[in-house]
């Protein structure tokens, strides 16, 4: 979707926000969308912004604790040894600012592509308070239990957090609606990409028409 503006008019952009548990792939797949696009689009992941409370506001439950994770961000070992994060006031307040981070940056022309795994009980609000106004979609990101825990346990970056996959799995998508889906068991994400790149093409032929 090309745009034409004027120097004192800016024609915000879109949103893409892909939502999935920890090692599904949406990393690798936002930079997919990226490659794939004729325009230019942004890429904004979770992390960017999370990891701005590392190490003083993040305990990891059986790892290393943190005198101040209640108020951050406080991984929990659940009796079986998965992985699922609870998230104190400043927690909130850092995911509050990174999703109108986001509006704002789409409010300002660019086209972005967000990489998240919500896991705060006002995610949901947040981004819909966020994006209105804006043209978005929501992308739930699938992929086998299996396959993101054999991914999960070759990240070099995950030792400490193995389970995560399977404690978010489900409560990543607890009260979110979604526009669309795409699975990636089987690793295709030229297909996927292909997918989201559609239903934002054809949104804007239906826009113009």
């Known amino acids: 979707m090309s745009r034409v503006q004027t120097q004192d008019e800016v024609v915000a952009g879109r949103v893409i926000v892909l939502n999935g548990t920890a090692s599904a792939g949406k990393t690798s797949l936002a930079h997919a969308i990226q490659q794939a696009a004729t325009d230019l689009w942004v890429i904004v992941s979770q992390d960017d912004f999370a990891q701005n409370l590392v190490p003083r506001w993040v305990a990891v439950e059986g790892a290393f604790e943190a005198a101040q994770g209640g108020d951050g961000f406080h991984f929990v070992r659940d009796e079986n040894g998965h992985l699922h994060v609870e ?108 997918t989201v790149l559609s239903a934002v093409s054809s949104a804007a032929l239906e826009d113009r028409g």
């Open 87 to 194: 998230v104190g006031a400043i927690g909130r307040r850092m995911l509050r600012g990174y999703r109108f981070a986001v509006a704002a940056i789409a409010h300002a022309g660019n086209d972005v592509i967000v990489d998240e795994c919500t896991f705060d009980p006002d995610g949901v609000d947040d981004w819909n308070t966020a994006l209105a106004g804006l043209r978005s979609w929501s992308v739930r990101v699938e992929c086998d239990l299996d396959v993101c825990e054999q991914r999960e346990r070759a990240r070099p970056d995950r030792a400490q957090l193995q389970g995560l996959a399977r404690g978010q799995y489900e409560r990543t998508h607890a009260g979110v609606s979604y526009d669309l889906t795409v699975d990636l068991t089987n690793g295709d994400l030229d297909r996927a990409a292909a």
